[in-house]
């Protein structure tokens, strides 16, 4: 009976080929070094992560806060406004009385009607009185038309009003800031992404291009997010 002999391949016989301690050192130390840097960009991204969100909700309650503010002067400016047209209405209607009983030669009614005038009416009645108006045609038709004429309420409604209008502005700053740390969040979730996926990648220049990426985004991020104003 005859043996056959297998030879096996050379390839397969040969011993396989390591690379020199050198090298393998070298890759092991950049890849450790890589991986370092991989997870203190996850970790710094994190923490910046955390407190462009905490800004944002800070600033999200500051611009509710405003908004509300502002509406409670507008409120407060509108009350003060209708005050201050009712006031109006009761000068007019005296100021008529006194005219018609004046032109029907009624003194002594004119004298109680006007003896009825609000006290911080007086002085602007007389002041419209003082130019003549019955018989000076470049006298304002009334004493409502003096610039004197300022009921107190509408002066409260103009300051309301002011003052809403600067609250609201307050407001949408708030919103405006509660954007762009929210905006300034997306960055850094795109940087833990790039972090996370350079410690999958295998190719060595690949992973130095992907964590290199992260890092400039991550820089210009914490930029953006340091030149931001911050809610306390």
Known sequence: MSHVHVHAPH????????SPP???AQGSGSERWLELGAILLLSLATLATAWS??????WSGEQSQRYSQASALRVRADEDTVSG???HLGDLMLVNGWFNATESGNPKLAADYRRRFRPAFQPVFAAWLALHPLTNRRAPPGPTYMPQYKPAPYTAAAVASAHADRVFAEGSDAKTNDDD???ATVFFAAVLFLA????RVEWLRLRVAVLAFGSVVFVGALVFVLTLPTAS
């Open 53 to 58: 969100g905490y800004q944002a909700a800070l």
């Open 196 to 199: 996370a996926v350079s410690m």
């Open 11 to 18: 390839e397969l016989s040969e011993p396989p080929e390591h």
């Open 181 to 183: 740390h929210i905006l």
């Open 85 to 87: 047209g009712q006031i």
């Open 22 to 24: 050198e090298e393998e």
